[in-house]
């Protein structure tokens, strides 16, 4: 007898068991069953900065593009489904008409989405959503591996490695700028130190802030703290003094390299003793000066040695 209730008790907990897994998926695939309960989701895990998540209702290519993101640009783009700065928390109900209502709370601000009816068409859906006190969008959602993934955002295609690349190229484009300029400033300010002293600064670092009525060769005040520390717009400089003949005793270079190469800039740079800018993508090695020239307007190209 006893031996029969151990085998009925054996038997229900092993069914039990069994059950466990498919009632963990039933948990996990109902969150995407329909459009609204994904989109709710969807927005949740952006308003919590749950990346992992997130990435689950996104289309395959998309979530693949996403988790390959830096951190700050998978944030960023959290963020503008949260309309949040920092990750908040999601309170997910709804209203009389048993449309979903979500509000994102954080520190000084919360952010209330409300879904209106959505329509579906085979396997794509739209939901109307306001966002209160502010503008009214639709978001657009694609039925994928029996799940609902977002698509769109208002008529906007969520192409997350195209917008990775836009991102990018931006990003990259000002940092060069920015050294490029940065490498006149120290071009201009080696030269006024010259000028001033009679000889060329033993590191960029002399070339930096000084107490008030304390100008001397060590701290020239020629150039701000930031640009005196040798990183500036993403990008490293190094200058050195370049040994010349007894009549030019006042060449130096200057060269620029990302301090990560292909998210701060793709070009390395060098600023020659001649006064030229030589630029090529080095792989975040340094440029020299067998590199092609950059054209600049006639004022930007004073001479070094002046």
């Not at 085998?7 to 969150?31: C, G, N, R, T």
């Not at 993101?69 to 309309?83: C, V, Y």
């Not at 009549?247 to 030229?276: M, W």
Request: proline content about 5%.
């Amino acid at each position: 007898m006893r031996r029969a209730v151990r085998l009925e008790i054996s038997a229900a907990i092993i069914f039990a068991l069994a059950l466990l897994p498919v009632a963990s998926v039933l948990a996990q695939d109902s969150d995407d069953a329909t459009p609204s309960s994904a989109l709710s989701a969807a927005l949740a895990a952006a308003c919590g900065a749950n990346e992992v998540q997130f990435a689950n209702y996104l289309t395959a290519e998309n979530a693949a593009a996403f988790r390959a993101l830096p951190d700050e640009q998978r944030t960023a783009l959290m963020k503008r489904f949260s309309f949040l700065d920092a990750a908040g928390k999601p309170l997910i109900s709804s209203d009389a008409q048993n449309h979903a209502v979500l509000r994102c709370r954080g520190l000084e601000s919360t952010t209330e989405f409300r879904f209106g009816d959505a329509r579906v068409h085979e396997n794509l859906a739209f939901i109307p959503v306001t966002v209160v006190d502010g503008a009214k969008s639709e978001f657009g959602l694609v039925r994928e591996n029996g799940g609902w993934r977002l698509l769109s955002l208002g008529l906007v295609l969520l192409d997350i490695p195209q917008l990775s690349q836009q991102w990018a190229q931006p990003a990259g484009s000002s940092a060069e700028d920015g050294a490029i300029s940065a490498l006149q400033d120290l071009q201009q300010a080696i030269q006024s130190y010259h000028r001033a002293w009679g000889m060329l600064p033993e590191s960029i670092a002399e070339l930096g802030p000084a107490p008030k009525d304390q100008i001397s060769p060590q701290q020239a005040a020629l150039v701000d703290e930031k640009l005196a520390s040798g990183s500036v717009s993403g990008y490293q400089f190094r200058y050195r003094i370049v040994p010349g003949s007894q009549e030019d005793q006042n060449a130096f270079e200057i060269s620029a390299v990302p301090e990560s190469y292909g998210k701060t800039g793709q070009r390395s740079f060098l600023l020659d003793s001649s006064g030229k800018i030589h630029a090529a993508d080095k792989h975040g090695q340094m440029a020299s000066s067998s590199d092609p020239v950059i054209p600049l307007p006639a004022s930007d190209s004073a001479d070094t040695t002046n």
